[in-house]
């Protein structure tokens, strides 16, 4: 596509929290109403899903569920005409969870699943943690053989920060490399869309091999990205309703945009259905 070819400045998001994660600020209205102020079309509302027994913290309670959605039923009806509400949710890819993944849409009726990985399978079979890998690079490779696992699954729409595994301190590497390569592989092949994620612009700026940088989104990974034919998107990953558009969304675009990368800012009408 060419970049003289402006899009027109349609205003989406489809990655937002509320406080039901209880490490977020705002009702689902909150963001509703800040949503009707800055011009959006579209709000995708992607609070951290539950998990039944509660086994992870910092995400919704799995006994918030049937309210979250039918608060959001009665949003929709309210708003609608105004604005487009979904109903999504983000979560991690655990193979243990492939049938309740399934549930969410067949039993709750979902709109939408973002796979948002800070949980990953690690190289001995165990549930890790992105944020706590201290030995090597090694662990990348893992951290996206998870990632594509669960994009074959078809069940997510878009992988929300695909690059968090550079927020880790160590150099970007062979196997930094090797990692985007298989997330981008297989995003193309399975048409799910890669997320541009600008709550990273939100973190503190930290000391990195490479210099002071945010932990997210990386560059290297972007410019691998604008090399392949991906569908990317900017998601807000907001978690108070004053970040659902600010500079950092507005930082996300303008960088794409350098980048070579034409973002889409439709979950729904492109690509694949569910
Ligand atoms: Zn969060
Ligand atoms: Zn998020």
Sequence with gaps: MSKLEKTPKIRNNFHTH??????????????????????????????????????????????ELGDYLETLDRLKE?????LTIWKGLEVEYLPQYRDYYEELFTKWKLDYLLLGAHFYVDSEG??????????????????????????RTGLFRAVAHPDLY????????????????????????????????????RWEKQSYPE?????????????MAAGAPVRVMVGSDCHGPGF???????????????????????????GKTQ
């Design 126 to 151: 165990n549930t890790a943690n992105i944020y706590e890998v201290s030995t090597s690079t090694q662990e990348y490779l893992a951290y996206a053989k998870t990632l594509a696992e669960g994009m």
């Design 211 to 223: 210099g002071i940088r945010h932990p997210y989104p990386y560059d290297g990974f972007w410019k």
């Design 166 to 201: 550079m927020l880790n301190h160590f150099a970007w590497d062979e196997n930094c490399k090797r990692a985007a390569d298989l997330i981008l592989d297989t995003a193309v092949a399975t048409d799910t869309i890669l997320e541009y994620n600008a709550n990273g612009f």
């Design 78 to 82: 309210k708003y609608r005409g105004r």
């Design 18 to 63: 509320v406080q039901r994660c209880r490490h977020a600020q705002g009702s689902e209205e909150d963001y509703i109403e800040e949503a009707l102020l800055k011009g959006l079309s579209q709000l995708g509302f992607s609070d951290h899903g539950p998990y039944p027994g509660d086994p992870f913290g910092r995400r919704m309670p799995y006994g």
């Design 244 to 270: 659902l558009w600010d500079e950092a969304v507005e930082r996300s675009y303008r960088n794409l945009e350098s980048l070579g990368i034409e973002p889409v800012r439709e979950l729904f009408t492109e």
